[in-house]
């Protein structure tokens, strides 16, 4: 195999159990060098749990995880070399300043390039000078990720990266990401936001009860981005089911329901402005919804799922 | 009233395991003091002679107490009611702490804050918990010395001033926690509280003077500024009164209000010793690995155990001429002593030596509480973040123990210096101060057998290090100051670290029993270091 295009992380089979909890069972996960690659999965699908083994941090049950080819639990240090990691869980030293947590974490790491850690300190609009202690989550996940992004690596691992940063620091973030992609690196982001993997990610993971249920690039996967539309109008529901990229419809009293393709979506807007529309929402389906559309499952988690609906539609 | 009982019964539940622990522990070992002394001083004479000799040495008055007769009742409230008071105010401390500011600094405050409760009821309910904690625990103690033998009425007074002092630092540390800024710094603070609750009472009893007899000590004033002193003032097998429990427990009740009306008025997570919002923008040169991460995170501590050592040891130097001229005058007694205290050592010698004892277990608990940093790093997350560098996990356990090992030293020097300079100018007398020096240096290799065996125990179940750690010095005091009274085998003696370490300068320097020390603190942070490899960083 060509050294260039063999995967940067590879997991087969990967399993871990934690006492009669089986957080992964059989996860097959490959990142290609220099792709954005995005983990989808809802809360407790085992997404942390993949990113902890990957840094050597918790030793799989079974199954094999290489990163950059390397056993990351037999050889952390020289596994980590290229690596930098940002928790879904930030916490920080109470008594350090941000400025010194950034110093401390890139300092360990060889050293951040001072140009760059001054934009990001500038974007992002942190104050670097207060202690730890009194930062919020957002504040604290700026940090790390400032400490993260200020020096160069090969790969970066962000685990959920978004879910305390307000809409314009998300942006920056989103910068920050295509950035390192356009510098060559990999990129491994988790998240249980179909949105923010889309406007993001090459290639897609998704992960559900500690396996991958499907993996593949986004246009493979396009089926999974349907727009889902509810509209009250005078058109007749068999005249919308003869439209190309329409499916699921139903019609709900005096309004009917539809989902749409992506791909289709500007000819079905064209469609729908001479079809006497009177009312209209729209909205990209939720994860939740996804997979009991796809996969058939009820329970797509372990974890709460009104909570992952909520922050679904408030990222959306 | 009915969600501050809502409240306190839920924080009962959490605790239910720790205080059954520390209330079993605490009667349990008021009711082995008296097992000790009916069975091994039986006879009248016997406790006599203990009672005299301990009269007559202020070192035993320091880390006893107050000779009261020779009642089996009086020597066990001789011998153990200062330790027990002193772990009742412990488990107050601790207890209120982890209900107020740790809740506090780990954000749990909030969920509750949220619900229809005032800011105050949460401090209620702690202190309704600990109130009925310290109830359970006077009468553990009561049912321990009466299952003893001892009189009933007596024992009930004893339990109860035992469970005084757990109220009165009980009120104290919820005053502490409103003011100090962060959970560690309130455990910390109630701690020293306590510890110089003991120092006080210890210093007025040491002052104290002795009846002709020699069989009670009457203590001087110092001790009416600890509320031990004042419990021992109840002198419940013998001229028992009441009064000192009254006073204590009024102090106490004034300094609760006085928690709760600050608790009332401030912000939650604000404090009254405001920690420093902000700071440097930059690192210094140090903070860029894990050594001096380490090193920046212990430093508070460590100047703070460096100062509570050598006030310790300036207490020893200033208090020996005191003791120089205890006994000039009762040629009986100096004779009985000479005959007890091994070698021709002097009263002050066996005064310094006691108190360096006292600051080798200083020594070893500034070790534990450095270490026990590991886990919390791992436990509240920062362990995750920091080893997703190219760094190993043996640098991480590494730099800590470093530092621990640093920490350990220090404090065993600065009890050593200070204690030799002040016995130098206050001319007491007694070693050299190069020898006194070296004798607090002695504790060394033993003290740090219990950081090297906590890290172990990190390394291999990290969930049980904090009781391991302290559960370890608290069974090596233990042994050290009642193994002898409680008749326990040698070989169980002999697994204190510290029945290893010399008391010098009454003993001389015993290098295999520091050798050995050493040699099995460096085995177990050596294993440490491997196991920590084969384990799970905990999420
Ligand atoms: N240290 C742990 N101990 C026990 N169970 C755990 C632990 N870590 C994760 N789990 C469980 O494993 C599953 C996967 O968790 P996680 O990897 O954190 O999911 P995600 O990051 O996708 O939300 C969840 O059911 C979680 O409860
Ligand atoms: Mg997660």
């Given amino acids: 195999m060509h050294p260039d295009s063999s995967p940067v992380i590879s997991t087969t089979r990967l399993g871990k159990n934690f006492g009669h909890t089986a957080a992964l069972a059989g996860l097959d996960l490959s990142v290609l060098p220099g792709e954005v690659h995005g983990f989808l999965g809802p809360n407790g699908a085992g997404k942390s749990t993949t990113l902890r083994i990957l840094l050597g941090l918790i030793r799989p049950t079974s199954g094999t995880a290489r990163v950059f080819g390397i056993d990351p639990w037999a050889e952390p240090v020289r596994a980590h070399r290229d690596v930098a990691y940002v928790p879904g869980d930030v916490t920080l030293w109470p008594n350090l300043t941000g400025g010194e947590v950034i110093d401390l974490l890139t300092g360990l790491r060889g050293g951040a390039d001072e140009d760059l850690r001054r934009r990001l300190i500038d974007e992002f609009d942190f104050d670097p000078r207060k202690k730890a202690r009194t930062y919020s989550k957002g504040n604290r996940q700026k940090a790390a990720l400032i400490a993260a992004f200020s020096r160069p690596a090969r790969l970066y691992l962000l685990d959920e990266p978004s879910s305390g940063l307000d809409p314009v620091m998300d942006a920056v973030f989103r910068h920050q990401v295509r950035r390192v992609a356009a510098d060559g690196a990999t990129v491994l982001l988790s998240s249980h936001i179909l949105a923010e993997v889309e406007q993001l990610c090459d290639r897609v993971t998704i992960i559900r009860s500690g396996a991958a249920v499907e993996s593949g690039t986004l246009a493979e996967l396009r089926h999974l981005t349907r727009t889902r539309f509810r509209i009250t109008s005078s058109a007749k529901p068999q005249v919308l089911s003869t439209w190309r990229g329409i499916h699921n419809l139903r019609v709900d009293g005096t309004s009917i329901e539809f989902d749409a393709d992506a791909a289709d979506l500007g000819d079905v807007l064209d469609a729908l402005a001479t079809a006497g529309v009177t009312g209209i929402t729209a909205a990209p389906p939720s994860l939740e919804e996804l997979f009991m559309r796809h996969y058939g499952v009820q329970n797509t988690g372990r974890a709460d799922h009104r909570s992952l609906d909520s922050q679904n539609s408030q990222a959306l | ?539």
């Fill in chain 2, 1 to 539: 009233m009915r969600p501050v009982l809502r409240l306190a019964l839920l924080q009962a539940r959490r605790d239910r395991g720790t205080l059954a622990a520390w209330i079993l522990s605490i009667a349990g070992l008021g009711y082995a003091a008296a097992t000790a002394v009916t069975t091994q001083f039986g006879e009248d004479h016997e406790r006599a002679a203990l009672i005299s000799v301990a009269a007559a040495s202020p070192a035993f008055l320091f880390l006893r107490g107050l000779p009261d007769g020779i009642s089996l009742g009086a020597v066990t409230f001789f011998q153990g009611y200062s330790f027990t008071a002193v772990l009742a105010g412990l488990m107050s401390a601790f207890l209120v702490v982890r209900h107020t500011r740790k809740d506090e600094d780990q954000g749990r405050f909030e969920l509750v804050g949220a619900t229809q409760v005032t800011r105050v009821m949460p401090l209620y309910a702690t202190l309704l918990l600990g109130t009925c904690a310290n109830v359970v625990l006077a009468l553990a103690v009561a049912a321990g010395f009466i299952g003893a033998g001892l009189p009933v009425q007596g024992s009930f007074l004893a339990g109860a001033g035992v469970g005084a002092v757990g109220l009165f630092f009980m009120a104290a540390t919820a005053l502490v926690a409103q003011v100090m800024p962060s959970a560690r710094s309130a455990n910390g603070t109630a701690a020293a509280l306590v510890g110089g609750a003991y120092l006080i009472r210890g210093a007025g009893d040491a002052l104290g003077t002795a009846d002709p007899s020699l069989l009670h000590v009457t203590a001087a004033w110092p001790s009416l500024f600890s509320p031990i002193g004042w419990g021992q003032r109840i002198r419940p097998f013998t001229e028992s009164d009441a009064l000192p429990l009254v006073v204590i427990g009024a102090v106490a009740v004034i300094l609760a209000a006085g928690a709760v009306m600050l608790r009332d008025s401030r912000d939650l997570g604000s404090s009254y010793i405001a920690a420093n919002e902000s700071g440097a923008e930059r690192a210094g040169a140090g903070l860029a690995s894990m050594l001096g991460l380490a090193w920046r995170l212990q430093r508070g501590s460590l100047a703070g155990w460096c100062f509570t050592s050598g006030a310790l040891g300036a207490v020893a130097g200033g208090l020996g001429p005191v003791v120089r001229d205890a006994l000039e005058g009762n040629p009986s007694v100096a004779e009985l002593m000479s005959r007890i205290v091994p070698g021709d050592a002097g009263l002050v010698d066996l005064f310094t030596t006691a108190m360096l004892g006292i600051a080798g277990v200083l020594a070893a608990a500034a070790g534990i509480e450095a270490v026990l940093r590991l886990r919390a790093e791992e436990a509240e997350g920062r362990a995750e973040l920091l080893l997703s560098v190219p760094a190993s996990r043996f640098r991480w356990l590494g730099s800590t123990l470093a530092v621990a090992a640093i920490t350990t030293t220090a404090v065993a020097v600065a009890a050593g210096a200070s204690a030799a300079v002040v016995l130098t100018l206050a001319q007491a007398g007694g070693s050299n101060p190069g020898i006194v020096f070296a004798a607090a240096l002695a504790h060394i290799p033993a003290a740090l057998v219990f950081p090297a065996l906590t890290v172990l125990v990190i390394a291999l179940a990290p969930r049980w290090s904090s009781a391991a750690g302290w559960g370890a010095l608290a069974s090596a005091l233990v042994l050290g100051q009642f193994g002898e009274l409680l008749g326990l085998p040698v070989w169980l003696q002999d697994l204190s670290p510290f029945r290893h370490s010399s008391a010098m300068p009454v003993e001389a320097f015993n290098p295999e029993g520091a050798l050995l020390m050493a040699a099995i603190a460096v085995v177990s942070a050596a294993a440490a270091s491997r196991l920590i490899r084969e384990r799970d960083v905990p999420a």
